[in-house]
């Protein structure tokens, strides 16, 4: 029997041993092998391999002229009041035209939180215990309606959870939303190999594959026909978050407005940190380029240092909140356009017989594109404050920081603020959060404006708050 060309490919780029059991293996096995090895670009896996894998590949970011990234901050906190008025009014009128879309990364596999299922679908509110992905799809709606135009949300699940993800909206009735404007589409897969630079096999007809990172979303978002869908329906900003943060403000006239005003291809949010040694990637700019360092790249000694006034230097914190432009993403789509990063895992492969093992250390290498390596190819991109508790909460770990209980406390903390702001009594404690469980639906009032809006309308207002929903 002639070999099928696509053996013989991995043969001439020295990856022949991904067949190994080819020949042992049933017809369907064989071509679930071939689908997979498809999916695989060997000469950027080469190129990975010599560049990152290879014993002289460079190591560690180039920190030489690195400096901290200017931000706009906050009006009361030295802020430009005015341009920031402006900016809200600016996000507001392309909201009513119809320009921007939303865009969820839910492709992660959210090993830290230890949940068996796709993490959008974990539930995360105080007290009616809705999930991520309901959370967003309220805020949505609520912005659909605010701004008389409903937004098109599209969402990158992964191989793994795609089916489970779409199900779940299925079952949940869309959560109220046409589902004629919600989108799904996988993001791409990258295969580990071992430090020999060779593709490893996870069973005799499967080969080690694993998601390509939150980067690969903006070659996803090209390949599955997004950006082309958003052309023709006119949207030409793109509003960019995680799956894990329930506080994330998804549509955000102020942010949107910043990213139009300044005429920026790309747009950050950014937090102060917290402590020198907290765990984000740091805002900053080298040769006149913007670039997010991570904290595990940046020295401790530079993330402790202060400036004359006794604040960090380097504090901006990246929270994973972006805007960008369509035509943007179009460009950096392109194969080769972001860096790839390597990951050392423990990864579960088969041994020369073919039997499973599992390592008690890293035997590989997995590639993992980010999405903000694409801000040094942004023009003019602009980084704009915004306070934790407006804006971030992420659900990462199963317990500790950034665990489904300091997200609920952040939850309840925000709805009794907003409560207090407009004159109800709400009891709470001297870190905000309320003695009762409250909790404020997305569809009621989705941030400070909104809500001040529902609630100036609602009558009779109870004066002293303790247990409710609002809806
Ligand atoms: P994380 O870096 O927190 O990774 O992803 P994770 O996979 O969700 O969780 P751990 O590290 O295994 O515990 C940040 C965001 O990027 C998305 C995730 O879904 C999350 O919204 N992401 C990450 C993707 O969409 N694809 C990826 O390949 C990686």
Known sequence: MPTHPLVEQFQRAGQGQVFAFFDQLPAEGQSRLLEQAGEIDLAEVDRLVRTLVAKDASAGVDLKGLEPAPYEPLPDRGGDAKAWAQAKTEGEEVLRMGRVAVFTVAGGQG?????????????????????????????????????????????????????????????????????????????????????????LLESKDSIALSPDGHGGSLRALERSGALELMAKEGIDLISYFQVDNPLVRCVDPAFLGWHRVRGSEMSSKMVTKAYPEEKLGHFCQQNGKQVVVEYSDLPMAMQQETDANGKLRYIGGSIAIHVLDREFVRKMSAAGALPFHRAEKKIPVIDSAGNPVKPEKANGVKFELFVFDALPFAKNPVVIETRREDDFSPVKNAEGVDSPKTSRDDQLRQFARWLKANGAAVSVDATGLPSAVIEVSPLFGSDEDSFADAWGKRSPKPAVVHGLYLV
């Open 111 to 199: 090993t830290r939180l230890g949940y068996d299922g796709p993490k959008g679908t974990f539930p995360v509110t105080p007290l009616k215990q809705k999930p991520l992905f309901q959370v967003f799809a309220e805020k949505i709606r609520a912005a659909g309606v605010r701004y008389g135009r409903p937004l098109h949300w599209f969402i990158m699940t992964s191989h793994h959870n795609h089916e489970a993800t779409q199900a779940f909206f299925v079952e949940n009735r869309f959560f109220g939303l046409d589902e004629k404007r919600v989108h799904f589409f996988r993001q791409g897969r990258m295969p580990a190999v071992d430090f020999a630079g060779k593709i």
